[in-house]
């Protein structure tokens, strides 16, 4: 394992076996111990996009470990492949740091960047996927269901980032995704065809949010405008409408199912308050999960 930067990538056993060091690791930090595998390590981390969960995460995972992260805006050092190719910041961020994660627009930026690093690089959100993400969704999933395998989750919303790490989790993980989305704003049929050539109907695609969440354990949304769409933002408030994840969609879904948001959310858009706010909603245990799945990938990668 030298980068992280799709979940494809990677065998159900080193996914796994990383759910598993976030849990172990996890129940060391909430015991009050500490794990200093990390002393003396430096992580880069590059941001083209605004972010609350993953920098936060990532700089606390990093001290918690004994490293040090360095937060580095994009006009700190002139754009990312702007004032310089890619291939060089990747390079010479080698030559100074033991690892870089980099939340890019372009997917191309951050396999640029591993491409030429020689120290591990690991993709913190980019307009194609978002792994780190869905890991640690899969882990919020394990610990409330206590398995993995078998679940169903309806992700109800825009067929982007999310959604695609998503369809790769449940296909390399044993769960079943179905993505609603209106018209237009699918998961590719790509993805989807190569989610289920890893595993048979793990990945379906639906218009109606009402079928997608009938047999759920799971109800997943994220924003209807990803960061760099503020342009389309009306445009795509407008045609999101019907796929709120609302009272009435929840009421639709087995008594038993988990809300789930990637955050941010926008209330009284993708979902609402007292959905986001209710008993169901396991949305502040998957915020958190980001920190003990991101202790555990540095751990993995960097030590
Ligand atoms: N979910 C997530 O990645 O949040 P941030 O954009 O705040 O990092
Ligand atoms: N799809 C969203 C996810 C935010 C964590 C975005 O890319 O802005």
Not at 16 to 27: I, P, T
Not at 273 to 283: A, L
Not at 290 to 298: D, G, I, K, S, T
Request: aromatic share 8%.
């Amino acid at each position: 394992m030298q980068d992280f930067l799709a979940i494809s990538d990677f065998t159900s056993e080193q996914l796994m076996g990383l759910l598993q060091e976030s849990r172990d690791l996890k129940a060391v930090y909430k015991s009050g111990r500490r794990d200093t595998c990390l002393t003396g390590k430096v992580l880069a981390m590059l941001f083209e996009k605004p972010s609350l969960r993953t920098r936060i995460s990532f700089q606390v995972a990093m001290t918690d470990l004994g490293g040090n992260p360095i937060y580095v805006k994009p006009e700190d050092i002139g754009g990312i492949g702007k004032r310089e190719p890619i291939k060089d910041i990747a390079r010479v961020l080698s030559r100074y740091v033991d690892g870089i994660m980099a939340r890019t627009f372009e997917h191309k930026a951050v396999t640029e960047l591993a491409r030429y690093a020689s120290v591990p690089v690991i993709n913190a959100l980019t307009d194609w996927s978002h792994p780190c993400q869905a890991m640690a969704d899969v882990l919020t999933i394990w610990e409330h269901f206590d398995r993995i395998e078998g679940i169903t989750i309806a992700f109800v919303g825009d067929g982007n980032n999310v959604a695609r790490s998503l369809a790769f989790a449940a296909a390399k993980l044993g769960m079943r995704l179905i993505v609603a989305s209106p018209a237009g704003y699918e998961l590719d049929t790509e993805s989807i065809d190569k989610a289920n050539g890893i595993l048979a109907d793990s990945v379906a695609q639906t218009h109606d949010p009402r079928t997608a969440v009938a047999q759920a354990d799971v109800i997943y949304t994220d924003t209807w405008v990803s960061m760099g769409q503020e342009e389309e933002k009306e445009k795509r408030q407008k045609n999101f409408a019907g796929f709120e994840v609302n009272g009435a969609l929840v009421a639709a879904a087995p008594a038993h199912v988990k809300i789930m948001h990637c955050l941010p959310a926008y209330r009284g858009y993708e979902i609402t308050d007292d959905v986001t706010e209710s008993p169901n909603s396991i949305i502040f245990d998957q915020a958190e999960n980001r920190l003990h799945f991101q202790r555990a990938l540095l751990k993995k990668l960097m030590s």
